[in-house]
C-alpha cells in the first residue's frame, strides 16, 4: 500500500499551521458611517425636493456606500491573501491570519513566531488604501498599487519581515 503525498499547496499550508483562508471583514462601523453620513447628505435635500427625493438620495447614498465599502474590503483581502500565500510559498512559517480592528481601519493580524504582521487599510473602493506593519514600524499605500505590485511588493516585506527580522531579533 502507497501512501498518498499531499500536494505541495497542502505541504506548504501544512508546515505554516495557516488554514489557508483569510477571514472577511466588512466593518460594521464604517457601515454605519455610511449609513449617518448618507442620512445627512440627503436630509438636506427634504427642503428642496422633500421627503421622497430624501429618501431616493438617502438609498442611493448608502448602497453606493456599502458597495465601496465591500469593494474596498475585497481588494484588501484580496492583498493580504496573496502577500501571505506569496511568504509561506518562500518558506515563512504562518500560524494564522485573523482579523482585527482599530479605529476605523480594516485589519488582518498574521501571527508569525517572530511576531505578528498587522495588514489592512482604508476599505473604501474609490479611495483605498493598503498598509502593513511590523514591530511599530508601519508603510502605507494605494491599494490600487500594492495590488499592481503584489509580487515585488510580496518579494520585498519578505526580505524585511522574515529575512532581516529574525536576523536581528536572533542577535
Not at 4 to 10: A, G, L, S
Not at 27 to 43: C, H, K, Y
Not at 126 to 139: A, K, L, T
Request: no cysteine; aromatic share 6%.
Amino acid at each position: 500500500m502507497q501512501l498518498e503525498q499531499p500536494t505541495q499547496v497542502e505541504q506548504s499550508t501544512q508546515e505554516s499551521g495557516w488554514s489557508g483562508t483569510v477571514p472577511s471583514a466588512v466593518d460594521a462601523r464604517i457601515l454605519g458611517l455610511v449609513v449617518v453620513v448618507g442620512g445627512l447628505a440627503a436630509s438636506v435635500n427634504i427642503p428642496y425636493g422633500g421627503v421622497p427625493t430624501a429618501l431616493a438620495a438617502f438609498a442611493v447614498l448608502v448602497g453606493g456606500g456599502v458597495g465601496a465599502h465591500v469593494l474596498g474590503e475585497r481588494r484588501l483581502r484580496r492583498i493580504t491573501d496573496g502577500l501571505v500565500e506569496r511568504w509561506v510559498d518562500a518558506g515563512a512559517h504562518i500560524e494564522d491570519v485573523t482579523r482585527s480592528s482599530d479605529g476605523m481601519r480594516t485589519e488582518w493580524t498574521v501571527h508569525t513566531p517572530d511576531g505578528e504582521i498587522r495588514i489592512g487599510g482604508l476599505a473604501l473602493v474609490p479611495i483605498s488604501r493598503f498598509s502593513v506593519e511590523w514591530q511599530g514600524v508601519g508603510d502605507t499605500m494605494d491599494a490600487s498599487e500594492a495590488e499592481e505590485n503584489l509580487d515585488a511588493l510580496a518579494k520585498g516585506l519578505y526580505a524585511e519581515f522574515f529575512d532581516i527580522g529574525s536576523a536581528t531579533q536572533r542577535a
